[in-house]
């Protein structure tokens, strides 16, 4: 549990640094990448071009662990994330990976599910709800 835990401080603390610190090493080469609001990377290389290309049009302020879940071959890693994009907007939320681990120990499936940090009771003023007007979050 702790290497797979330590691996998963290195994956989080690689989009901190802004440097890949091992991400061939660290993703098994047929490793399937799926972010909470869509796309899917298939492949160690394109999940490091991914992390190349998009750490040149945006900053990962923070990426804390809460907690970690392991079962068999699988880990859960409860987190809050917050970046800040090159065109000024920022990006917090709260989030959980569902990680596989090969026989080797590195990651073949990531797969993370967001959660908006802007929460409120609809239910607040009475029986009645009231949503916020505007379009839903992304994920």
Not at 3 to 14: A, K, Q, S
Not at 19 to 41: R, V
Not at 111 to 128: A, I, K, L, M
Request: glycine share 8%.
């Amino acid at each position: 549990m702790e290497t797979r835990e330590r691996v998963i401080r290195l994956w989080f603390d690689m989009w901190l640094k802004k440097a890949d610190l091992g991400i061939l090493e660290i993703f098994s080469q047929d490793a399937l990448y799926i972010e909470s609001w869509g796309p899917e990377y298939r492949g160690a290389e394109t999940i490091r071009h991914w992390f190349q290309e998009w750490n040149t049009r945006g900053t990962v302020l923070q990426w804390d662990i809460h907690q970690f879940f392991h079962k068999g071959d699988q880990t859960i890693v409860q987190w809050h994330f917050r970046n800040r994009m090159n065109d000024g907007r920022t990006e917090p939320f709260d989030g959980l990976s569902l990680i596989r681990w090969d026989p080797e120990g590195r990651i073949c499936f990531l797969q993370e599910f967001g959660c908006n940090e802007s929460r409120y009771n609809p239910y607040r003023d009475g029986p009645e709800p009231k949503f916020r007007e505007g379009p839903s979050a992304w994920f």
